[in-house]
């Protein structure tokens, strides 16, 4: 407690000092995106002037105590200990330590009472991308004893390998009107009129006036008895797209129905078919997000040394996990994507609840003709974004920067990263179950509250 007083005394001092409010802890990039640093606002020129004589100090001002008097609290001691030294360097850490004024936060939230605080931890996965490469800290944000200690491990054994190498296939995002007609008559009319070739033309032009990032790809129609279902698909950027698609398909319905041959009884902006929030086989085939796949060959001794079990155990077992989660009709035959996507999603500012969706892939291990570890994983609808939503708050907008993206294409990015993630944490977790350390693993961190490096 002596210690987590002392820190938020330094970080005060140093806030108050240097008047930070929290339009300085956001930089706004020329194309509109969004990373945690130290620019400006009103205070943009004083800090300017400033910046060489207070650099050390302000970045430092939360991995480091004020004197060599004060002890050193846990989280910052972690900090150095897990943190890529160039993210400690360049990175303000100080929004983690929770000193913010209410209005921060009330653009994101309703009947605001206050906030929620979970732990962050970090692990480390190196990725070999069409746009992240290299080594990346990633935050977790989780209650789960046990979870961060994993996935540490499994990304050792992925970047032991060499890094997962991974491709982006796509990037999209629905929405789905439902339009109700009195009749089946009436409900072709409209069918056949919204499928003409010149009408995307028209609906494209209505739908981009909304937005400035977002691009509407194609439209398409079912027939349903006396309804029409129609799906919107947009490509938005660094941006998740929800809101962005929403805004662009209402716009563009409303003018559509000026001049349609037939008016509608009813109609609703989306009624499911877009898969918002679903788990659906169907993702495979109608990306909502990323679609993003990966592999790494762990070499075979490394797989012994680091996860303590064989590649013929590992093969087996993933094998056994499709074949039961197939029987049990579960959609998506991973181990447990969810839980990284998860820590990640609440850490860097993503819609948690997306993670329904996100979750929905399918993971591979097979053994090569030369013995060591092939690992597949293919997820086709990562629904995250580095701009917008609860990427702005303040500690949210620092765990992203920790992440250390590139500006152009950093959602690509960002997707590739977590990618590298998730196979370690597929790997961590068989091998767990073959060498039968799972429960062990989940009593000495949950129950002996263990703090030990891993």
């Known amino acids: 407690m002596a210690s987590f007083i002392s820190l938020r005394k330094v970080v005060s001092c140093q806030l108050s000092r240097r008047c930070l409010s929290t339009s300085t802890l956001l930089r706004q990039s020329s194309n509109g995106h969004s990373y945690g640093g130290l620019c400006d606002g009103t205070s943009q020129n004083r800090y300017q002037h400033k910046q060489k004589l207070d650099d050390n100090r302000v970045r430092y001002q939360s991995n480091k105590p004020k004197s060599a008097d004060d002890t ?32 921060v936060f009330t653009r994101n939230i309703e009947n605001y009472i206050g906030t929620v605080k979970i732990p962050i931890g970090m692990v480390n996965v190196d990725v070999n991308g069409m ?21 540490s491990r499994g990304c050792k054994l992925v970047s032991f390998s060499g890094g997962i190498n991974t491709v982006v296939v796509e990037k999209t995002v629905q929405r789905a009107p439902e339009f109700l007609f009195a009749n089946i008559s009436d409900a072709n009319i409209f069918y056949r009129w919204f499928n003409r070739p010149e009408m995307f033309d028209r609906i494209k032009k209505a739908a981009e006036t909304t937005t400035n990032y977002g691009k509407l790809k194609k439209t398409a129609a079912t027939l349903h008895g006396n309804k029409v279902l129609t799906k919107f698909v947009y490509e938005t950027g660094n941006a998740s797209g929800q809101n962005i698609s929403t805004f662009a398909t209402n716009v563009a319905i409303t003018e559509l129905l000026q001049d349609s041959p037939i008016q509608p009884q009813k109609w609703w902006l989306d009624a499911g078919g877009s898969q918002d929030k679903k788990a659906s086989s169907g993702l495979f085939n109608n990306s909502r997000g990323v679609y993003v796949t990966g592999e790494v060959i762990c070499p075979k001794d490394a797989v012994e040394k680091i996860l303590k079990t064989t590649v013929d155990n590992l093969n087996e077992i993933n094998e056994s996990v499709t074949i039961s989660q197939y029987m049990q009709g579960v959609t998506g035959l991973t181990c447990h994507a969810a839980n990284a996507l998860t820590a990640i999603f609440i850490a860097c500012g993503q819609d ?23 690992v597949r994983l293919t997820i086709p609808s990562m629904m995250i974004g580095t701009v917008g939503g609860g990427t702005d708050l303040p500690s949210q907008n620092t765990c992203l920067s920790m992440i250390q993206l590139p500006e152009e294409n950093s959602r690509d990015a960002l997707a590739e990263v977590i990618m590298g993630v998730l196979v370690g944490g597929e790997l961590s977790l068989s091998a767990a179950m073959m060498a039968h350390h799972f429960s062990a693993a989940h009593k000495k961190f949950a129950r002996s509250g263990a703090t030990k490096r891993v």
Not at 72 to 94: A, G, W
Not at 131 to 151: D, H, I, N, Q
Not at 355 to 367: A, F, I, L, Y
């Open 352 to 374: 948690v609840a997306c993670v329904v969706e996100s979750h929905v892939g399918v993971t591979e291990m097979r053994k090569t003709p030369e013995g060591d570890l092939r």
């Open 131 to 151: 746009y992240a490469k290299g080594s990346f800290s990633v935050p977790m944000a989780t209650t789960e004893a046990a979870l961060v200690a994993s996935y």
């Open 72 to 103: 050193m609290s846990v989280s910052m001691s972690n900090r150095q200990r897990y943190i890529h030294n160039n993210v400690l360097e360049t990175i303000d850490l100080s929004p983690l330590d929770d000193i913010h004024k209410d209005g």
